[in-house]
């Protein structure tokens, strides 16, 4: 099971060091891919009825619609493919990797129970977390911001995969729910900029700012 | 304790229903039937507590002892008259939907704060309160100042809140929960600790109770919320404060001399400042709130007075101050209630609260005008009304301390019997001003006319308030055994000397001359009719002085009033005056709010428009905020543990 979570983290990295739009896309459709495995393997037997309707659920939507609509949109909007980072790539890369260091030397004190998974997921949870959220940091454009808020979400997923076995159905649900809620909600953001001002980039909505 | 819970339901209800249906009469039946009946079913079980009938506790984080129903009685008997006096009051008012709303909210939340047994559930009691009165102090929102007003309470309110908070979380972190039991069982806590806990409820509560410096609130805010609501705010809703200084110290342990000695200090500044300020104001309402300052500063006095008998371990000090400052809790919301509503009912009938433009009313609206005259004397502690009394045992009890005491603390006493005694004194001349120019005299203004006297549900709650003032004043004797039962509650260890049933029962000497001042009272004034039956009165004009052709404008104004007192404590308020030959002006700025919060917020401001000219406004900002925020906390949990 550790390969899943080690390629979790590895597709979280590649987001932050690619540098084309279409491979940020590909990539979390992978990350979604792996993390949608990750129930599956949580019974005993593979055939469990929750375990698959999670698998197919999250797959469904991690993996399939979600980076098909962002294709989608992509497509319509006709924007460079370009990501157009904030701070060099090699710096968020760096960043990544201290993220990443600050993840996995503080993970022994949360003492949570990670059984059946390995307890590398709860740092590797929390480093994905961190990961979105430079990722949404350091990135400008509107469609750059629903991947790094996907990155984000599949972290708080895998913390969710640890209470799997405690509240099975809800607390899943609930994180799907919620993300289903946000790319739509990035969505319909990302065709309104588009519309209004012919290119999807977030910092002209600081023309908005109060005071000169 | 159903009685309870279901008090809290109908308030609810009436908050709920109230909102939700349409027409402006159903509203209000909803919203003040809900108070009416929420307030008496409350009363019924403080009643029974009050009556030795023992405390009430439930599986819930509530519970009724003796503090709580003390302080729930003046809740909701004061809530029960506001909602009656609202019928009249909401005669053609507009704003139906946010007052109905809010004020059995408000009420609710009021009784839920004294009986919340939970940190917890207290601070979010105590945030509905808040925000519940901010509504209401907002419910005439066109007007600018209003708003202002609004702005200044949300303010004041939350930086209290915030202090309250510390309180709490560094409570809950020694004690590992917040159930108030648990935290009374932490004691005693060590002296720097203690110390402040001590400081962040005395700024915390003293906020919202309006002790200076803390009180720039009040009298921006009773004067824009619609007067049922200012009598209920200035009457009780500062008194959560009173009440929650009096329950921080139930977990704080024994008190050291300090303590004491800062709540006199407080007080002294509050009563003094409070009422020469009140001096100098033109607006009726304003000036009430001013007095709210000093009567808060006469029960902080009894509260300090009685935390120094404990540090000492002398009871009657004790004894004296802690029932002082109780009785002065019920007699300020009898007689401040009373004041605020006849206040709303003059400027319900004028439409104005400058104090300048009025005049005469008392030909006008009779029952108004009396009822505020008896308020008046209560509040200055005349006897034999109910304001006397408190203040009496305060005075006794730091005449006791003068005597027994030494050093600062028998400097503090003497400045205390100094301070009441001026503060007393000044508030004569300032309600001689008020019912002088408001009630006496002719009308100033001719624009104002139609002046008729309130309705009757209006009048009846304040004859019901006023006759509470002369009723408590002439026989105290009702209340003090309560009030004794409660300092044994604050402080087990209390004994009862007899030193001190001598200073009780000198008590019923004095309603006996106070019912013999009445009856000499009574009978003169027969005996003048009497005389004056034969003779033929003529009747003319006021302020007539011998002049041939009196103008409205020969009379004394507020401002003739404010002007020798502004000009002797011109070093201490800086009024601001402008005179012509035909005219005259002074105003006032509050100290603290000019020397301490007007700077203050001056540079929080500039340093803030510094902080508002960084931001470039991204959205990669923002985020990075909270992400270096999130980093921040973990690395600060993992490596050092909070």
Redesign the interface.
């Known amino acids: 099971m550790d390969w899943l979570i080690v390629g979790i983290i590895l597709t979280s990295f590649v987001m932050l060091g690619a540098s084309r739009l279409a491979s940020c896309i590909r990539m979390v459709a992978l990350q979604g891919a792996l993390l949608s495995i990750l129930p599956l393997l949580a019974k005993p037997s593979f055939w469990d009825f929750h375990g698959l309707l999670l698998f197919v659920g999250s797959f469904t939507i991690k993996a399939l619609a979600i980076p098909f609509f962002l294709f989608r949109s992509l497509k319509e909007a006709r924007i460079k493919q370009e990501v157009e980072p904030?701070v060099s790539l090699h710096m968020t890369l760096i960043g990544g990797g201290a993220?990443l260091v600050?993840a996995f030397?503080?993970f022994r004190?949360f003492a949570l129970p990670t059984a059946p998974f390995p307890s590398l997921i709860v740092p590797a949870a929390l480093a994905t977390v961190?990961i979105g959220?430079?990722l949404?940091?350091?990135?400008?454009k509107a469609i750059t911001?629903v991947v790094g808020f996907l990155v984000l979400e599949n972290g708080v997923f895998l913390f969710g995969m640890t209470l799997l076995s405690d509240f099975p159905l809800t607390v899943e649900m609930g994180v799907l729910l919620d993300l289903l809620v946000g790319v739509f909600v990035m969505g319909i953001m990302v065709y309104h900029i588009n519309r209004t001002f012919d290119h999807i980039d977030?910092?002209v909505?600081?023309k908005?700012?109060?005071?000169e | 304790m159903i009685f309870l819970i279901s008090s809290f339901l109908f308030l609810l209800i009436g908050s709920l229903l109230s909102f939700l249906c349409r027409c402006e009469e159903t509203k209000k039946w909803m919203a003040l039937g809900g108070v009416m009946v929420g307030s008496v079913t409350g009363l019924i079980p403080a009643v029974f507590v009050l009556a030795g009938k023992g405390p009430l506790s439930s599986s819930l984080p509530i519970g009724l002892d003796l503090l709580s129903a003390f302080f729930l009685i003046a809740i909701l008997f004061v809530s029960l008259l506001t909602a009656l006096y609202s019928w009249g009051y909401l005669k053609g008012e507009p704003h139906m939907t946010v007052y109905c709303t809010f004020f059995p909210l408000l009420v609710g939340a009021m009784e839920a704060v004294v009986v919340a047994r939970d940190g917890f559930l207290f601070l979010i009691c105590w945030e509905v309160m808040s925000l519940a009165s901010f509504f209401l102090v907002t419910a005439e929102h066109e007007t600018p100042k209003v708003r202002h007003a609004g702005w200044i309470y949300l303010i004041a309110t939350h930086l209290a809140t915030a202090f309250l908070m510390a309180f709490f979380v560094i409570l809950f972190k020694k004690a590992g929960s917040f159930a108030f039991d648990d935290f009374v069982r932490l004691s005693p806590l060590s002296a720097s600790l203690s110390g402040i806990l001590f400081l962040a409820a005395l700024i915390g509560f003293g906020t919202k109770a309006g002790i200076f410096p803390f009180h720039v609130w009040l009298p921006h805010a009773h004067p824009a919320a619609p007067s049922p609501i200012s009598a209920l705010m200035s009457g009780v809703m500062i008194k959560t404060g009173i009440y929650g200084i009096l329950r921080a110290f139930t977990f704080l342990g024994p008190p050291p001399l300090w303590w004491g000695e800062t709540l006199i200090v407080a007080g002294i500044f509050s009563a003094v400042l409070g009422v020469l300020y009140a001096l100098m104001q033109h607006d009726l309402k304003r000036l009430l709130a001013y007095h709210s300052v000093e009567n808060i500063g006469i029960i902080v006095i009894g509260i300090g007075l009685g935390f120094i008998g404990r540090t000492l371990h002398n009871p009657i000090l004790q004894l004296l101050g802690f029932t002082g400052a109780l009785f002065h809790v019920w007699n300020h919301a009898i007689f401040k209630g009373l004041l605020f509503l006849g206040a709303g009912s003059v400027v319900h009938a004028t439409h104005t609260r400058a104090i300048d433009r009025l005049g005469g009313l008392l030909k006008k609206m009779p029952v108004t005008g009396t009822t505020f005259l008896i308020a008046s004397a209560a509040i200055c502690g005349l006897p034999p009304l109910n304001g006397f009394i408190s203040e009496w045992l305060i005075y006794v009890g730091l005449f006791r301390a003068s005597q027994s005491l030494s050093q600062l603390p028998l400097f503090l006493s003497v400045a205390g019997v100094v301070g009441i005694a001026f503060a007393g004194g000044l508030a004569i001349a300032c309600f001689t001003k008020v019912f002088g120019v408001v009630f006496l005299g002719e009308p100033r203004d001719p624009t104002i006319d139609g002046v008729k006297e309130s309705s009757l549900s209006m009048r009846v709650p304040m004859g019901i308030l006023a006759l509470l003032c002369i009723g408590l004043g002439l026989y105290p004797q009702f209340v003090l055994p309560v009030l004794i039962s409660i300092c044994q509650q604050l402080d087990p260890s209390l004994l009862l000397t007899s030193a001190l049933n001598e200073t009780f029962s000198s008590l019923s000497t004095i309603s006996i001359i106070f019912v013999m001042l009445l009856i000499l009272i009574a009978s003169l004034l027969i005996f003048c009719r009497f005389q004056l039956k034969s003779k033929i009165i003529r009747k003319a004009l006021t302020w007539d002085c011998g002049y041939a052709l009196p103008s409205s404008r020969m009379q004394y104004t507020a401002a003739s009033f404010g002007e020798p007192i502004g000009t002797f404590f011109r070093v201490l308020l800086k009024p601001i005056t402008s005179s012509r030959a035909d005219h005259f002006e002074e105003h006032v700025v509050d100290l603290s709010e000019r020397s301490f919060f007007a700077p203050l917020f001056q540079r929080a401001n500039r340093f803030l428009t510094f902080v508002r000219r960084q931001q470039r406004n991204r959205i990669q900002d923002y985020l990075m905020y909270i992400f270096m925020t999130l980093v921040i906390l973990l690395l600060w949990e993992v490596w050092f543990g909070i």
Do not use: A
């Open positions: 904030v993220v600050l030397s503080s004190f961190l959220f430079l949404l940091i350091s990135r400008t911001q977030t910092t909505l600081s908005l700012r109060d005071i």
